[in-house]
């Protein structure tokens, strides 16, 4: 029984992460999708996000405001709009202008972009670990009397955010007019323009949703953990890319399925092994994925892009 | 007694008078387009005037997508001009020239295979009101009762006729003034490229305006007012379709003797 629960609250831990993997995960693989390039500039913008929520709740906790779902409310908003504005800036600034020149230049830009914000925040905001004290403690402990599991409510506002982002995005790209264009563009943007379509608006939107799931990812983590630093993006950043590869890159659902697989097989590792293999994990399981089958879980055969 | 185009002077029209650019439905002047360092158009001058059906015919790899594909924007042409309706569309953005009046049916016709008849017929009239979107859609299908029946599969389900019959459809939907056609008929039955072709003069007879690349040439140059020959990237005839049927180098050259 002892085991049995083990084993859930390893389950339940690693949902909670790799739910905020999905989310991040989905910027990666939509910007996939209709650029054929990997954003790497993704995992800054989930850092911003994390930060502007600090900051965000810092602010209005000064202000002597207590509540802490108007809190979280607030910074999700700030952190969101801030972040929708850098992701649009990185498109514009870092990928827009080298389009259509070799693979190898967009990626270095986007590198340097991804260096650039790094900095850029340890300048404004000093290289130094910034805390805030948990808004929403406490939850729920079941279980026998030799081992209580616990569901925290933060963890159950977690899967609550995601499941209702997933929801959302699900219902935006299968149902409005505009994830529909975007659909089109991802399967052939060359067309989608024959048809008048302003591909470089649909390319722009693609960069704002994910780096808008990337802040909420951001605010979810940042609440959970209750710090951030500058550098936290580039871990972030390469889990859920490695979880966008391994449900199958280009997939929506499949960043989703992949974010969630990648934190379970985390926790599980750091529970069973130790907490010390949790990043081993990750990057074991992306080689593997890429030796064996690139095109992951949920993607197609040949992923060919130009 | 076919005539090369040099001699008649580049715009010259079967009947005689010549268009200006200016009054064409579409008038290239010495377009020249290059891939990289590939010259593919080389100094090509041809006018469509309005409500006649103009083919392009010519070998594979002579130019004939670059050709059409130029008139977009897609690639862009190196020199020379595009006219639409009296105005200069040359380096105009892609987007933007096929939201002003005219479309186009690719080569290998370029559907959304994973979306459905109806979202991919929806694309075609994107900036449309749903209204107006709906109105089309219903027009569309009147055209091709076929794509009723399949309206909410898959496209990538389809046979190529059907697939061709959307991507005309998905043409259509905006209300083009002028569609450009980039050999429709290639890889499907004989008898649903009657049906094609059919459907090609019925729009004609509408009003649309047609301008039709294809290998097919028989079929092609027999409902044609007009057609031009094009050879390594160059014009090498002009004429009427049925002078061009009976023209003894095309006949050896594209309708197999
Ligand atoms: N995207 C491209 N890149 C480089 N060369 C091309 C490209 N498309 C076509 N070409 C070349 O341009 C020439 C004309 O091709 P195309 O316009 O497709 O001819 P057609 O449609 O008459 O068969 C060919 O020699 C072809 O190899
Ligand atoms: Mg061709």
Partial sequence: ???????????????????????????????????????????????????????????????????????????????????????????????????????LIALISAIGMSIFLQNYMRLAQGSRDMAISSLIPGG????????????????????????????????????????????????????????GINTDMIISMTFVIGAALAAVAGLLLGMYYGVVNPYIGFLAGLKAFTAAVLGGIGSIPGAMLGGLLLGVAEALTGGYLSTEYKDVVAFGLLILILLFRPSGILGKPEVEKI | MTEHVEDVGILASCAGEVLAPQDAMLALENLTTHYGPVQALNDVSLAVGKGEIVTLIGANGAGKTTLLMSICGDPRPTSGRVWFEGEEITGTPTARVMRGGL?????????????????????????????????????????????????????????????????????LMSRPRLLLLDEPSLGLAPIVIGQIFDIVEQLREQGTTIFLVEQNAHRALSIADRGYVLEHGHVVLADSGKALLANDDVRRAYLGG
Wanted: proline share 2%.
């Fill in chain 1, 1 to 103: 029984m002892e085991e049995i629960l083990y084993f859930l609250q390893q389950v339940i831990n690693g949902l909670t992460i790799g739910s905020t993997y999905a989310l991040i995960a989905i910027g990666y693989t939509m910007v996939y999708g209709i650029i054929g390039m990997i954003n790497f500039a993704h995992g800054e913008i989930y850092m911003i996000g994390t930060y502007v929520t600090f900051i965000v709740i810092s602010a209005l906790g000064m202000l002597g405001i207590a509540n802490p779902f108007f809190l979280m409310g607030a910074a999700l908003l700030v952190a969101v709009l801030v972040s929708c504005a850098y992701g649009f800036a990185v498109e514009r600034v870092a990928y827009r202008p080298v389009r259509g020149s070799k693979r």
């Fill in chain 1, 140 to 195: 729920w402990e079941f279980g026998i009397e030799s081992f209580a599991v616990n569901l925290s409510y933060m963890q159950v506002i977690i899967f609550g955010v995601t499941l209702g982002c997933m929801l959302l995005l699900s219902t935006f790209i299968s149902r409005s007019r505009l994830g529909r264009a975007c659909r089109a563009c991802s399967q052939d943007a060359g067309m989608a323009r024959l048809l």
């Fill in chain 2, 103 to 171: 479309s186009v049916v690719p080569e290998g016709r370029r559907i959304f295979t994973g979306m459905t008849v109806e979202e991919n017929l929806a694309m075609g009239g994107y900036y449309q009101t749903r209204e107006e979107n709906e109105r089309s859609i219903e027009h569309v299908l009147d055209l091709f009762p076929r794509l009723r029946e399949r309206f909410n599969q898959r496209g990538g389900t389809m046979s190529g006729g059907e697939q061709q019959m959307l991507a005309i459809g998905r043409a």
